[in-house]
């Protein structure tokens, strides 16, 4: 079975994923968006979309994070 993509996934349903992780800060809408500039937890403003810019300053955000010291302040 193929991965949905953003072209076959319904527009309701697309609306509802981006509005669920924007209300939670998860994903890309965790960072502001370098292109748009809105801030985090805000849409960007292309509609049904993310711009790439903020997936990368999403990736570089979480590539700084290191999972063991998190798991041992936890314990």
């Given at each position: 079975?193929?991965?949905p993509t953003a072209?076959?996934?319904?527009?309701?349903v697309l609306d509802g994923l981006y509005e669920t992780l924007?209300?939670?800060?998860?994903g890309a809408f965790?960072?502001?968006?370098?292109?748009c500039l809105?801030?985090?937890?805000?849409?960007c403003l292309a509609?049904?979309?993310?711009h790439r810019?903020?997936?990368r300053a999403y990736r570089e955000k979480l590539a700084d994070v290191e999972?063991?010291?998190?798991?041992a302040a936890a314990a």
């Open positions: 079975m193929p991965l072209s076959n996934i319904p527009d309701p924007r209300l939670y800060r998860h965790g960072v502001a968006c370098p292109e809105v801030g985090p937890g805000e849409l509609r049904r979309a993310v810019a903020r997936r999972l063991v010291p998190l798991l």
